[in-house]
């Protein structure tokens, strides 16, 4: 998803912009909000560790244990943890995270930005842990522990950054928009990040949505697939994507907020297309169409009639100097 030339191109843009900011606290920075990558984070709370507790890194280590075997499997952990030994792991994990957090003092005293990687990388195991159990079970749970886990990173980011931060989040729509006035949250009882932010700052968030009639789109036919470039079917025609396709407008932005009689034109429930990392065109009505109302799902929306799928970033983008750990050392 963010492995592409547009992202590769904005990180470049955003290190140059900060290089021309005096202040530490004015610059911007670029982070992951969702709940993947539970190996990556486990080594990255035992790399801080290392560096500033080894004794803390050694119990980390021993308390990491028991989610060692399913660090790259991580989906299969659901069942094996339906046994009551695997309580411990929960515990254990849940632990690991209280006690970096109880040293907060200590450890941001010496490095306060690495103290936060290292303090959102315990809680990403500790919510990761709780989500790859509870998905065994499938339904809503997984999906609102995901948000939920969104929404209060997102709230850490924050606090961290002072009063006056501000951030911008970028997520699929079927995140974005509030699940309160959709299919998700009137049928299936899905919280999404939108919603909370409208619950948490009010009229200080807006709510985007993005859309498009036909083109192509970087996704995969499964989770854990390769990614493949793949035509989008035109819009279906009783969506709210066809009523902007029959617009005859190529690109615009609705400033729904702002427009009283837009907002009410729009407030109907009609169908809406969600394509996220997954787009199975071959059961499109069912797999990516939902009901919606888009003026109380999102305060503005933009609007391309056909688009371009990204450019995946491959070995030719490498320059001279880039480090092994490419792409995530960007």
């Not at 200080?204 to 079917?233: F, N, P, Q, Y």
């Not at 888009?294 to 990204?310: G, I, K, P």
Request: hydrophobic share 35%.
């Amino acid at each position: 998803m963010w492995r592409n030339t547009d992202v590769a191109a904005f990180v470049d843009w955003m290190r140059h912009h900060n290089e021309r900011i005096r202040l530490s606290s004015r610059l911007a920075g670029f982070y992951g909000l969702d709940i993947y990558n539970m190996s990556g984070s486990i080594a990255a709370v035992l790399q801080y560790l290392d560096r500033v507790d080894p004794q803390a890194a050694k119990i980390a280590r021993e308390r990491y244990g028991c989610l060692t075997p399913w660090q790259h499997e991580p989906s299969t952990y659901g069942r094996v943890a339906l046994t009551s030994g695997y309580r411990k792991c929960e515990q254990a994990v849940l632990e690991q995270c209280r006690e970096l957090l109880a040293r907060q003092l200590d450890y941001a005293q010496q490095d306060g930005v690495d103290f936060l990687d290292a303090a959102q990388n315990a809680r990403l195991i500790a919510s990761a842990e709780r989500y790859y159990r509870i998905m065994y079970y499938g339904g809503a749970q997984s999906w609102n522990l995901r948000d939920t886990h969104m929404f209060e990173t997102l709230e850490h980011l924050l606090e961290a950054r002072g009063p006056n931060a501000k951030a911008v989040v970028w997520a699929h729509n079927s995140h974005i928009g509030d699940a309160r006035y959709t299919e998700m949250g009137i049928v299936r009882d899905e919280v999404n990040i939108g919603q909370f932010c409208r619950q948490r700052f009010g009229n200080e968030a807006a709510l985007i949505g993005l859309s498009t009639h036909s083109g192509t789109v970087a996704a995969a036919s499964d989770w854990d697939s390769e990614m493949e470039i793949k035509r989008v079917r035109p819009s279906h025609s009783d969506s709210y994507e066809r009523l902007c396709h029959d617009s005859g407008v190529s690109r615009f932005l609705l400033d729904i907020k702002r427009d009283d009689t837009l907002r009410e034109r729009l407030l109907e429930r009609r169908l809406e297309r969600f394509i996220g990392v997954i787009y199975r065109p071959e059961t499109e009505l069912r797999s990516h169409y939902a009901d919606a109302s888009l003026s109380q799902q999102f305060d503005a929306f933009v609007w391309f009639d056909e688009t371009v799928a990204v450019t995946p970033l491959g070995p030719e983008h490498v320059g001279t100097g880039v480090p092994d750990t490419y792409p995530f050392g960007l």
